[in-house]
């Protein structure tokens, strides 16, 4: 019996024991199309710079355009172009990680592309797995898409100021997540806005603390 | 479709396999797949015959057992199947729960000659 993701997961060992010896930590964060992935990033940015050196792979299906809204922060970033492919893998990741001083970086985030089925299959090599959803996705997705919020240690539910204009019951949300992953920790922000974030940060540095503890 | 990328993998892990046994043509490979992998079996099958295809387990049969979910309890000890998505322990309603199986991605055997 020989698992068939082998390849890829003996890859992104590999990234992860790279990783852990130069001291970086890195965040696959995973969410649909639209959900907030860059503006949580450049809103991070904006919080943690100064106090933690990060650094960005940038998964794109086609385009830059997300590369080129993070280019003002100033940060090292290498954009992966999946040329129509749904997710990245690890053996592409190994090659973003040869551009980046990782001595220079604490914490590095891969923006995977835009899709909650594909993306969770592929183990890069990650410290953990972040899920964004926003409230305008509706308040199954958890229920719907239950592999990749069993394996992520947070999710960010974005778009809280949408709330008035949608659907979205908070409580079914919070009851399907919780059955899913009892373990996971949410976070409720409005990054558009600014709010929720200082909440995001603190939890942030908690884990970077924790990881470079450990 | 990351069926696609999956069954590339999988048609350079059979070529491998197919080295080492000394086949020339491979005519049927088992395969097991957890019920909570995210594959789809018939695009999967298709993006297999494609990626084997100028393989020696090109037209080869691909046979898919689906492994059923099972649980267990971190509270009580039970094991369970899951009715439907992963659920809350239904001995003492614990959601502390590990997956034992379900996200199975194996080749078990090939066959040829």
Redesign the interface.
Known sequence: ????????QNKAEEVRSLLKARKVMMINIISSPGAGKTTLLERTCELMSGEVSIGVIEGDVTTDRDAQRLKKYNIPIVAINTEG???L?SHSIFKAIEHFDLDAIDLLFVENVGNL??P???DLGETFKLAVVSTAEGDDKP?KY??LF?EARAVILNKTDLIPYTNFNMDSFMADI?????RITIIKTSAIRGEGLEKWSVWLRTQLEQFSAG | MHELRIAEDLAAMVEGYAAEAGLTKVEKINVSFGQFIQIVPDLFVAAFSEAARDTVAAGAELDIEIIPAELRCLHCGSGYRPAGDLCACGICGSKEIALIHGKELFVKSIEGE
Do not use: E
């Not at chain 1, 019996?1 to 890829?8: E, P």
């Open positions: 019996m020989k698992n068939i993701l082998d390849r890829n492919g749904c997710h893998d089925i594909c969770s299959q592929f229920a239950p592999m069993s919780t059955a899913i992953n009892p």
